[in-house]
């Protein structure tokens, strides 16, 4: 009588066992993101390059791993000088949320900056790019911030649809 608690023990760890969740792959440490002796400018550029390829294989771990904790992405709604009908995502969990239910779904085959155009103050950057995701290209219609933190660059900010809606899009119909 003395195995049988050994015995439901042993049961019991090979169920539970079973039911456990697998675990994905860690995203890569930024610095491996990053080729080694990268300059500035190559290390913003490695991030712009890797957001793509997270948006495009659905990679929320990877992008998970490119922003900072207070990230912020506002949609502009092609009134960059009017942020009364912005759309805003605060937080990492937002900014997430916003790429498994606005951007996921669209199935994006491409998705990468181009035009870019970048200017670095201390450890603070912002890059100004053309919008190219699947078959949408926007000119300079992206502004994204970056902070350096803990000797590595980290998104902090997306600013998109920063152009302005042709003059016919904006009027109403008769």
């Known amino acids: 009588m003395k195995t049988l608690p050994w015995l439901f023990l042993l049961l019991a760890l090979l169920l539970f066992s079973g ?3 697998p675990q994905s792959a860690p995203p890569p440490p930024l610095p491996e993101m990053i080729p080694p002796g990268a300059s500035d400018e190559e290390a ?3 991030l712009l390059q890797a957001e793509g390829r997270g ?3 659905k990679d929320i771990d990877l992008l ?7 990230a912020v992405i506002i949609d502009a709604k092609h009134t960059p000088n009017d942020p009364n009908d912005d759309t805003r995502w605060e937080g990492l969990d937002a900014v997430l949320d916003r790429y498994v ?3 996921f779904p669209g199935n994006p085959t491409f998705a990468l900056p ?3 155009q970048i200017s670095i103050v201390g450890d603070r950057a912002e890059a100004r790019a053309t919008t190219q995701i699947g078959d949408e290209r926007s000119p300079q219609g992206d502004r994204w911030t970056f902070k ?3 000797g590595g660059w980290r998104i902090a900010s997306l600013t998109y ?3 302005p809606a042709p003059p016919s899009a904006l009027q109403s119909p008769p």
């Open 19 to 21: 039911c456990q969740q």
């Open 44 to 46: 913003i550029m490695a």
């Open 55 to 57: 948006v495009v294989e």
């Open 64 to 70: 998970a791993a490119l922003w900072l904790d207070d």
């Open 101 to 103: 239910t606005l951007v």
């Open 114 to 116: 181009a035009d870019v």
């Open 148 to 150: 350096r933190v803990q």
């Open 161 to 163: 649809n920063l152009e």
